[in-house]
């Protein structure tokens, strides 16, 4: 449609200096009947002019039902390419194609095929946060959100595969009384929370509950009072009679957080790098204003899935979705 350069993996362009580019983001939605899916760990601006934010099953479930002609993913890839192949016949765009997983990374598709090919009989459960391909070579897919019901939805003795998170699935494992065998992945944003650093805050803020997320490691899950998805950590802090909270996730959530509960107090969980106090993810963080209207203006960059490997990906992530409606997820 357009004769647009992307060698950097998105719209290099200049937006013309001195328009209200939230209006323009806005008129462009209308004019192209086209919806921004944003996740949690989107910047604050990103999630403020989103149409739909959520955690990465709700942004699965979210695209399966739309009706927009074109989707604006701003998230990291893997998620783009999940929305994809939900909607085939829709155009799935993502501000910048560089905004990759270090988890989703940590599991090579082919390395991860061989190991499935290793382990014969075993139920393949892969956690959203992978390539198509890995998908593929997959027979249901789970978010954090549901993890442990999908499970627990097997025979108790059923042999599983769990990948790639090695946090998640012994979380999943400890709760559920499995023996899963894992994949050795994790998430880099996840993994660098430091237990010092958050014993240190409950020091000077001993009323606070510490809230984290499975993917984090084990000794941060133990000291945790809540342990939940993105979702369920944002509805347990706002169910909560409780004014302050320590939150052991990549600290877009507290946008979210703040926002629905002004009257109440949000502390980044500190990572082990002493010269910050937060912990973000960069892959996110790729995701800007600026992109996100060249992306609608030019309708580039577009994920595009190879068809057998979607063709393949599309039965693990249905099964997911046809799981959790009916367990009311």
């Not at 390395?111 to 090919?117: L, R, S």
């Not at 430091?194 to 984290?212: H, R, T």
Request: proline letters at 5%; a negative charge; hydrophobic letters at 40%.
């Amino acid at each position: 449609m357009f004769d647009v350069n992307i060698s950097k993996g998105y719209v290099d362009i200049p937006v013309p200096e001195g328009i209200d580019i939230v209006s323009e983001i806005e008129k462009l939605k209308r004019e192209k009947n086209a919806v921004i899916l944003a996740h949690y760990y989107q910047s604050g601006e990103i999630q403020d002019i989103a149409d739909f934010v959520g955690d990465s099953l709700a942004l699965a479930q979210w695209a399966a039902k739309t009706d927009a002609s074109i989707l604006v993913l701003c998230g990291v890839h893997f998620m783009g390419e999940t929305a994809k192949i939900i909607c085939p016949d829709k155009k799935v765009l993502i501000p910048d194609l560089n905004a990759g997983c270090s988890l989703a990374d940590s599991c090579p598709a082919d390395a991860f095929a061989e190991f499935v090919k290793q382990h014969p009989g075993y139920k393949v459960i892969s956690y959203v946060n992978t390539s198509a391909a890995v998908k593929a070579h997959t027979d249901v897919v789970v978010t954090s959100s549901n993890a442990r019901q999908i499970v627990e939805s097997f025979p108790a003795d059923e042999k599983i595969i769990f990948g790639p998170d090695k946090n998640l699935g012994n979380y999943i494992n400890s709760v559920t009384g499995r023996d899963m065998l894992l994949w050795d992945g994790a998430c880099h944003v996840h993994s660098q929370f430091s237990l010092e650093k958050i014993v240190e805050l409950k020091k000077q803020y001993p009323d606070a509950l510490v809230l984290a997320h499975p993917e984090c490691k084990k000794d941060i899950l133990l000291i945790a009072d809540k342990v939940g998805s993105t979702a369920a950590l944002l509805r347990f802090a706002t169910q909560s009679d409780c004014k302050c909270f320590i939150v052991a996730t990549e600290s877009g959530i507290l946008h979210e957080m703040k926002k629905n509960n002004p009257d109440k107090e949000f502390i980044p969980a500190p990572p082990n790098d002493s010269t910050c106090a937060c912990n973000e993810c960069n892959f996110m963080r790729l995701n800007t204003l600026k992109k996100l209207y060249n992306t609608l203006k030019y309708e580039l960059p577009e994920i595009i899935v190879d068809k057998e490997i979607a063709r393949k990906a599309i039965k693990p992530i249905q099964q997911m979705l046809d799981i959790s409606a009916s367990l009311g997820i």
